[in-house]
């Protein structure tokens, strides 16, 4: 399977069926003048930590609330949040991410790197010194061991897509390593950063990794801190290693404890059985009002939107035949018309679906590439603002006029009806398809609104045999390549997800561009992400209802905290507890 489509179906995984399992979003509140309040929050943590003691005196035990279960301790063969949450703490990864804007920085265990001039070629100078905890090193036979465990036959893991990118991996010395692409791919780099297995402690064919030992109670650790014991259901617990290359932790321990239930979440933190819990929409308040607690919001990598199809519902046809050419598509006989999709665009009234539907749990956006994408993102384009009049002007100006008095639109004898969908049981989009639905049949639209099974709606996006639909994209990660959603060879009826035929030959160029930047730097590729976003802000494929966002509700009675909203622990081992300090 290639690489992104790999990517794709967990997207679809995550973004499709995650999402509707929800009956609320997972995000934060904006403040009252529209924007987040992450700044704030970040800057009393800064402040928090400016004022650290001289000498730390090190003790206590971070505990974390979480609503799953690990389910395996191996960083190759892990596929859920819950392990890899856990995981994280104790194995080493090539390269690093910054916690504040997304971006891939040495701040790892490659110090540095160099690109030969193909793009093909990467050569990547590792960190001396660091160890496991059993006083192994740490260095370039770990990164290869892991990666060829992954393509081995012998090991079945969800992290193969990782490795069909890349041509050879070579150990030039136990400080250096070599990695050639078969192509240059910007998005590639982030197949590299896998956390590594400790390769001294298993057998060169891999044969003895799937049924592991190792995998339930690892004994050894490069990160934070080393696994101690891990209770199924209820706990697993690490404590401190020494040997951390950045400095042993000051916490003694870190804890993660399964609470399943939200309220049972909220009423442990505020008990002070645990330090840290992902906080619900509408438990924001009760954690904002109680003096012993923190609230970190920030701006979260999904969005929702409507869909809107180009195509012919009645006709589905792919984007390209199978010399890459593209296929002039049969247009969607209400859709395919920029007014109407304008005209959509300025009827929908932002704020109150933020406010009534999410529960002010989002914030406007105006196009495919969000602002947690720092580097990429262009906060020159304005999202699109309600304007009853404009959107009645436009639908006049093209032809959509009510003729005959009966509420609706036509435009050549055609009404301009159309169905919206979206899965039942995901009260936030039922309740924003009656919202949507009543302030378009007021602007002369006639939407049929229908909430129906899941399985049924994606069968209808994927087969491209929808109208409109209230769908929305999560995870989507620290890099602004989202080809899938956009490119026409990802127009493919039943499978791609450019489910909504979206056909751009601009687009289609400026997604390569931008993977294909020589060296891959963010100020090189920015330019090409940021066009992109204007052209797809103008075209209205997508009607962008609202990014998400995040909350973490956690004591006060730590400090050193530094959260960024790409990770939450970038600084762990720097967090102390201030009841035991002098």
Known sequence: MHRKTFTIVALLLIGLLALSACAQPEPIAPSDDGSTSAAADESAVTEDAAAAPDEIVPGGVWTRASLSDASILNPILWSDSASSGVGRFMYPSLLGTDP????????????????????????????????????????????????????SENVETPRKSNVEGIESIEVLDPLTVQVTFKEVKCDGLLDLGLRWLPSHLYGDDFSDIMENPLNDAPVVSGGEFIFQNWARDDNLVLVRNEEYWKGAPHMDGLITKVVPDPGARLAQLQGGEVNVIGVQPEQVATVELDPNLNLYNFKDDGYAYIGLNLANPDNPMPGQDEEGN????????????????????????????????????????????????????????????????????ILEDAGWVDSDGDGVREKDGLPLALTLSTNAGNTTREDLGVLVQDQLNNLGFDISFEAIEFGSLVEQLLGQSFDMIIIGWTGLGTDPNDDSFWHSKFDTPESGFNFISYQNPEIDGLLEAGLNVIGCAPEDRAPFYQQIQQIIHDDIPYVFVTGTVGNQGYTKDWAGLDPGSWDFYHNVEQWYETNLQP
């Open 100 to 151: 504040f804007t997304g971006a891939t920085v040495p701040t790892d265990m490659a110090e540095s790197w160099d690109v030969s001039e193909d793009g093909l070629v990467w050569t990547f100078h590792l960190r001396a010194g660091v160890v496991w905890s059993d006083g192994e090193a740490v260095d370039a036979d770990d990164f290869k061991f892991t990666y060829e465990a992954i393509a």
């Open 326 to 393: 593209l296929i002039e598509q049969d247009p969607h006989p209400i859709l395919s018309d920029l007014a109407v999709r304008q005209a959509i665009a300025h009827s929908l009234d932002y704020q109150t679906i933020i406010e009534n539907v999410y529960l002010n749990q989002g914030y406007q956006i105006a196009s495919n590439v969000l602002p947690a994408v720092s580097w990429a993102h262009d906060p020159s384009i304005l999202p699109y603002e309600t304007d009853l009049e404009l959107a009645a002007q």
